[in-house]
């Protein structure tokens, strides 16, 4: 074992920041099962919205790659 | 970060899954200059050949019962045409060969990124970053040109109460211009973090050479754990270039009809 407590710090770091793409599959999730409980009471509404379904996905989705952009850059950047 | 020659040491990763993702030059090993051929513009190169191939070799015949190809090239293009019809408007259809251009350029680079030892152009922020800059500075310009000044009541939410306008006015300010780095980072992060967990996974599948007793149990895990995901990938590519193109819709709509 050797390095320094930088990288040690950066790799705990990169690490905790992986726990943030739980709260974006948390999100992703969320928007898709809430889509299906409402797509099942109205099925004939639900095909004009799947659009606002994969835009709604795509929002909660960046969040949590901007959570794995972090941890990357704790392990190529820092 | 693990070098080569420590991760095999250490009984590791033999190569590292951020290994496919580094710029090389296709011809020797020099440095990488702005105008050396490197993998990323031999790809990007077969990505717009391919395009090619199919919306203008593919429609050349013009027949009235289209062939396979021609149908594919024409569900593409009324495809993209609905969606900027739908999400932008009529007068968005300015833009349609603009957004069709995105659309087909993004699907096709990450559809070819899934061949074995392909080159993915859009796992790098570099590449989506110019694409999605080149859409928010257009987002901005056609707006303005559009509204003058009228654009700005964009950030202004006249159906809000007017205390509030004030602090919703900045908090439109901020996601508007967090807009191209999102808009960027979810396609580049999309696209590398799949291939790197596929890399990660295909370092455990030689388990089986290396110690028979945990590979055996590791090494069908890992090939079908590759298997699947590449299957995921596969949805993942093609979603993605309908999201950044979707998005690009809505900005534009934003920027045609910037009132709330």
């Given at each position: 074992?050797?390095?320094?407590?930088?990288?040690?710090?950066?790799?705990?770091?990169?690490?905790?920041?992986?726990?943030?793409?739980?709260?974006?599959?948390?999100?992703?999730?969320?928007?898709?099962?809430?889509?299906?409980?409402?797509?099942?009471?109205?099925?004939?509404?639900?095909?004009?919205?799947?659009?606002?379904?994969?835009?709604?996905?795509?929002?909660?989705?960046?969040?949590?790659?901007?959570?794995?952009?972090?941890?990357?850059?704790?392990?190529?950047?820092? | 970060?693990?070098?080569?020659?420590?991760?095999?040491?250490?009984?590791?990763?033999?190569?590292?899954?951020?290994?496919?993702?580094?710029?090389?030059?296709?011809?020797?090993?020099?440095?990488?200059?702005?105008?050396?051929?490197?993998?990323?513009?031999?790809?990007?190169?077969?990505?717009?050949?391919?395009?090619?191939?199919?919306?203008?070799?593919?429609?050349?015949?013009?027949?009235?019962?289209?062939?396979?190809?021609?149908?594919?090239?024409?569900?593409?293009?009324?495809?993209?045409?609905?969606?900027?019809?739908?999400?932008?408007?009529?007068?968005?259809?300015?833009?349609?060969?603009?957004?069709?251009?995105?659309?087909?350029?993004?699907?096709?680079?990450?559809?070819?990124?899934?061949?074995?030892?392909?080159?993915?152009?859009?796992?790098?922020?570099?590449?989506?970053?110019?694409?999605a800059?080149?859409?928010f500075?257009?987002v901005?310009?056609?707006?303005?040109?559009?509204?003058?000044?009228?654009?700005?009541?964009?950030?202004?939410?006249?159906?809000?109460?007017?205390?509030?306008?004030?602090?919703?006015?900045?908090?439109?300010?901020?996601s508007y211009f967090v807009r191209p780095v999102s808009h960027?980072?979810?396609?580049?992060?999309?696209?590398?973090?799949?291939?790197?967990?596929?890399?990660?996974?295909?370092?455990?599948?030689?388990?089986?050479?290396?110690?028979?007793?945990?590979?055996?149990?590791?090494?069908?895990?890992?090939?079908?754990?590759?298997?699947?995901?590449?299957?995921?990938?596969?949805?993942?590519?093609?979603?993605?270039?309908?999201?950044?193109?979707?998005l690009?819709?809505?900005y534009?709509?934003?920027?045609?009809?910037?009132?709330?």
């Open positions: 074992m050797e390095g320094d407590i930088v990288q040690m710090g950066a790799y705990i770091g990169a690490g905790l920041a992986c726990t943030g793409m739980g709260g974006a599959a948390l999100g992703v999730g969320h928007v898709a099962g809430n889509f299906l409980a409402g797509a099942l009471r109205n099925p004939s509404a639900a095909g004009g919205q799947t659009a606002t379904l994969f835009i709604g996905i795509a929002f909660a989705e960046a969040l949590g790659i901007f959570s794995f952009l972090v941890a990357l850059l704790l392990m190529f950047a820092v | 970060m693990a070098t080569e020659a420590q991760g095999a040491a250490e009984g590791g990763l033999v190569f590292h899954p951020m290994d496919q993702f580094m710029v090389k030059p296709l011809f020797g090993d020099g440095a990488v200059g702005i105008f050396t051929l490197t993998n990323v513009t031999f790809w990007m190169a077969l990505t717009v050949l391919a395009i090619f191939g199919l919306l203008v070799l593919g429609t050349s015949g013009r027949a009235t019962i289209p062939t396979r190809t021609q149908s594919i090239a024409e569900l593409a293009y009324d495809f993209i045409r609905k969606m900027v019809e739908d999400v932008a408007g009529k007068d968005g259809l300015v833009f349609f060969p603009y957004i069709m251009t995105l659309f087909l350029f993004i699907l096709f680079a990450n559809i070819l990124g899934l061949l074995p030892m392909a080159f993915t152009t859009t796992s790098h922020i570099a590449v989506t970053a110019v694409l800059m080149l859409v500075l257009t901005t310009i056609v707006g303005f040109v559009k509204n003058g000044a009228g654009f700005l009541g964009l950030f202004w939410v006249s159906s809000a109460p007017l205390p509030l306008r004030p602090i919703l006015a900045l908090i439109e300010v901020i960027s980072i979810r396609l580049a992060g999309n696209m590398m973090a799949g291939h790197a967990v596929i890399k990660v996974f295909a370092a455990f599948a030689p388990m089986i050479v290396i110690s028979t007793g945990i590979g055996l149990v590791v090494t069908p895990l890992s090939i079908l754990a590759i298997s699947t995901i590449y299957a995921l990938e596969v949805l993942v590519a093609c979603i993605q270039a309908y999201v950044f193109t979707i690009t819709c809505v534009l709509k934003d920027a045609l009809h910037p009132h709330h």
